[in-house]
């Protein structure tokens, strides 16, 4: 018979361990279970009133946000902690320029689409979480629209299909 020192099963030996993995763990399924006005409880305030707008890519619907001021840009979808499937949100600027993005505060992974003025997907940019890394448009643009990464792709949707909607038909 071999015999081994067992560690010691003392609920006080154990305790602390223990106490942070279920604090972690708490945490996580908080995270994966808050509503959008809950995360200002985690540092900000999610925007979900901003004006909307449908928007067509194919025979999908998208229900899109439209973020048009620069407060409502440089907030665009920080602190969501979700989106629905058909949903995202269009950025859009006054003139034509290289458009750059980053995760900075956002929690959920996105897919950001660089449009043209007349709907043409230019570039499409697959964005990590909570990421400071820039992702830019490959030539001036007055149009992003992100939604829940992999949605372009699941569609076959890549750069120089157009999308079809109100703000790409103004002049």
Same mark, same amino acid.
């Given at each position: 018979?071999?015999?081994?020192?067992?560690?010691?099963?003392?609920?006080?030996?154990?305790?602390?361990?223990?106490?942070?993995?279920?604090?972690?763990?708490?945490? +996580?399924? $908080?995270? *994966?279970?808050?509503?959008? @006005? #809950?995360?200002?409880?985690?540092?900000? !305030?999610?925007? &979900?009133? =901003?004006?909307?707008?449908? +928007?067509? $890519?194919? *025979?999908?619907?998208?229900? @899109? #946000?439209?973020?048009?001021?620069?407060? !409502?840009?440089? &907030?665009? =979808?920080?602190?969501?902690?979700?989106?629905?499937?058909?949903?995202?949100?269009?950025?859009?600027?006054?003139?034509?320029?290289? !458009?750059?993005?980053?995760?900075?505060?956002?929690?959920?992974?996105?897919?950001?689409?660089?449009?043209?003025?007349?709907?043409?997907?230019?570039?499409?940019?697959?964005?990590?979480?909570?990421?400071?890394?820039?992702?830019?448009?490959?030539?001036?643009?007055?149009?992003?629209?992100?939604?829940?990464?992999?949605?372009?792709?699941?569609?076959?949707?890549?750069?120089?299909?157009?999308?079809?909607?109100?703000?790409?038909?103004?002049?």
């Amino acid at each position: 018979m071999t015999s081994f020192n067992a560690p010691s099963l003392h609920p006080n030996a154990l305790q602390p361990k223990v106490l942070l993995a279920l604090s972690l763990c708490g945490l +996580l399924l $908080a995270a *994966m279970w808050l509503k959008p @006005a #809950q995360a200002r409880e985690l540092g900000g !305030q999610p925007q &979900t009133d =901003l004006p909307r707008t449908v +928007l067509q $890519a194919g *025979m999908h619907k998208i229900d @899109a #946000q439209v973020a048009s001021t620069p407060a !409502q840009r440089a &907030t665009g =979808l920080m602190w969501r902690l979700g989106m629905p499937t058909h949903e995202g949100m269009l950025f859009v600027f006054e003139q034509p320029a290289v !458009q750059c993005f980053w995760m900075k505060n956002t929690p959920s992974p996105l897919t950001a689409a660089f449009v043209a003025d007349d709907g043409t997907i230019v570039n499409l940019a697959d964005m990590q979480p909570l990421s400071e890394q820039s992702h830019c448009s490959a030539k001036p643009v007055r149009f992003v629209l992100e939604m829940n990464q992999g949605w372009f792709g699941k569609r076959a949707i890549q750069p120089g299909f157009k999308l079809l909607g109100e703000p790409f038909s103004r002049k």
